[in-house]
């Protein structure tokens, strides 16, 4: 069984993906429609660092094997920080977001 075949195993709730897109011509941010992806979230208080270098508090850890990437939002709250989880092989099998 493949890595990414267990951790689809797990992720058993889903959740509002909204990707960041470029900002409008005042500067403010965009976001795509929001596309419905399967998730695991779990409440979990945690120091991270920001994509600023600056340490803040999250409050839930999300795993899925979409690419979540840092600002785009979950469920209407924008993403801290993400990383990919690979295997020994260097594959990217899915990812890891803090909000």
């Known amino acids: 069984m493949r890595y990414s075949d ?3 195993l797990y992720l058993n709730q889903t959740v ?4 960041q897109a470029e900002p ?5 941010m965009q976001y795509s429609n929001p596309q419905v992806i399967k ?7 945690q120091m991270v660092r920001d994509t600023n270098g600056e340490t803040v508090v999250s ?6 094997l ?4 840092p600002m785009d939002k979950i469920d209407g709250v924008i ?12 594959n990217i099998v899915g990812w890891e977001a803090y909000l």
């Open 39 to 45: 998730a695991r979230k779990e409440g979990r208080t």
């Open 16 to 19: 509002q993906l909204q990707r």
């Open 6 to 8: 267990r951790l689809a």
């Open 59 to 64: 409050s839930t850890t999300l795993f899925t």
């Open 79 to 90: 993403v801290i920080n993400s990383m990919s989880m690979v295997d020994r092989y260097g």
């Open 66 to 69: 979409e690419r979540v990437s």
């Open 24 to 28: 409008d011509g005042y500067g403010n």
